[in-house]
């Protein structure tokens, strides 16, 4: 019988010492320059020390202009990795794994922020607040489009990986 406490390797080879995680969610907690703050590092530092065997990120975004709040991390570009190896050490100051979630918002991209969302097509999104304004009207990705947002994925992995991120999660729900 195989039981919370029971350790799990994951098939990219990363071992957990138990199979309890933190889920990502959406921590809102970026400087205005949409980097990790003291507030992130604090905030993972004490989830790290919460028992989980694995700790997820907030969603980081991978593409400056396609955001889902202006108030998450964004990794594209070239940005302070210091800032980036702070959090990961934070978050694995007491020896959890801490996997960076990954994301493109796609359609989920509230109107406000970008009112054109770039979407794998042009169907808008399920809006469950019910008014028709939360949500942009989302332009179809062309191939280029497709393309450029793999190579953003495997560029903001490689970047997290260098920062000193355990693994990465891709967020592929939008």
Same mark, same amino acid.
């Given at each position: 019988m195989t039981l919370l406490s029971d350790s799990l390797t994951l098939p990219c080879g990363a071992t957990l010492p138990?199979?309890? +995680?933190? +889920? +990502?969610?959406?921590?809102h907690l970026a400087s205005s320059r949409q980097e990790p703050t003291r507030a992130l590092n604090q905030l993972y530092e004490r989830w790290g020390r919460g028992g989980a065997g694995?700790?997820?990120t907030g969603n980081v975004m991978v593409d400056a202009r396609h955001l889902e709040a202006k108030t998450n991390v964004l990794i594209a570009g070239t940005p302070d990795l210091a800032r980036f190896s702070a959090w990961a050490e934070a978050g694995t100051r007491a020896g959890t794994p801490l996997f960076m979630q990954l994301n493109h918002p796609g359609r989920q991209t509230p109107r406000h922020v970008n009112p054109t969302p770039l979407a794998p097509s042009a169907v808008p999104p399920v809006n469950l607040f019910r008014r028709a304004s939360a949500f942009g009207q989302p332009r179809a990705m062309s191939e280029a489009d497709i393309q450029r947002a793999i190579d953003e994925f495997a560029d903001s992995a490689a970047l997290a990986i260098t920062a000193g991120f355990d693994g990465v999660e891709i967020h592929g729900a939008n």
């Open positions: 138990n199979r309890i +995680a933190k +889920a +990502a969610m959406s921590e694995l700790v997820i």
